[in-house]
């Protein structure tokens, strides 16, 4: 299977940098999610008398901290993904101006 060519090498890299761009602005959506997230509030007396003496605010706190941090770990895992796309983009394109230098320079 030949190399291939430029013009094939050219638009892989670009598509390595919008899937890049999709997965920061995933990342974005859920960075938001946990925003908002963080501002729902539920207090006791959301829970009537009862629901409070069986604990269901703690469970309630609980499962948002938890909601939270997942979104925000989330978040942050798909900007790595980004990141990670962006650097191979990079390597991509180091390697092959690299590769054409070489070879300019042997003929």
């Not at 974005?28 to 008398?49: G, N």
């Not at 703690?58 to 989330?74: H, K, M, P, S, T």
């Amino acid at each position: 299977m030949p190399p291939p060519g430029p013009e094939k090498l050219k638009v892989s890299i670009e598509m390595l940098r919008k899937d890049a761009a999709v997965w920061d602005d995933s990342g974005d959506v859920l960075r938001d999610a946990a925003q908002v997230a963080a501002r729902l509030e539920l207090a006791a007396l959301h829970f009537s008398y009862i629901g409070d003496q069986v604990g269901l605010v703690d469970v309630y706190q609980l499962l948002q901290d938890r909601l939270i941090r997942l979104l925000n770990e989330g978040s942050k895992t798909f900007e790595t993904i980004a990141m990670s796309l962006r650097h191979t983009a990079d390597g991509y394109e180091r390697d092959e101006a690299d590769g054409v230098h070489r070879l300019n320079n042997i003929y």
